[in-house]
């Protein structure tokens, strides 16, 4: 078997990450939506990314920001649904692409959970 020599591979692994960022940056800019998934509990769908956001009696709890972009665009559908004030973020996990954008709720003084 031959192995791909590495400036071979470089080219490839920067191709790859470069065609995932445009992705990325393309889903920052679609469409969103809040769908209702039960008794306070709602579905954010933004471009090809989700979360969820439950509305309790004291407040929402949030997860994962999703971007910059979309957690503005996030806060907004929360308070489109409630005036309750977001309590709580919670991140799912650690990659990048479910974690930027907690600034937006950081203004609520919410606590973040990670």
């Known amino acids: ?9 470089l080219i490839v692994t920067s191709f790859a990450a470069a065609v995932f960022f445009a992705i ?11 769908i209702e998934l039960g008794e306070g509990l709602y579905l954010f ?8 956001f439950l509305v309790g009696n004291d407040g929402v ?7 910059s972009k979309a957690a503005v665009v996030y806060r907004a559908a929360i308070a489109k649904v409630t ?12 990659f990048f692409n479910r974690v930027r954008g907690g600034q ?4 609520d003084e919410a606590e973040f959970v990670a």
């Not at 990325?24 to 809040?34: G, L, V």
């Not at 709890?61 to 971007?67: K, R």
């Not at 005036?83 to 650690?94: E, F, K, L, M």
């Not at 937006?104 to 203004?107: P, T």
Request: proline share 6%; aromatic share 8%.
């Open 1 to 9: 078997m031959k192995c791909i020599c590495p400036s071979l591979r």
């Open 24 to 34: 990325s940056a393309h889903a920052d800019e679609t469409a969103s939506s809040t």
């Open 45 to 52: 769908v933004y471009g090809n990314q989700q979360s969820i």
């Open 61 to 67: 709890i949030a997860t994962d920001p999703l971007s």
């Open 83 to 94: 005036d309750q004030p977001i309590r709580y973020v919670v991140y799912t996990s650690s």
């Open 104 to 107: 937006v709720f950081a203004k």
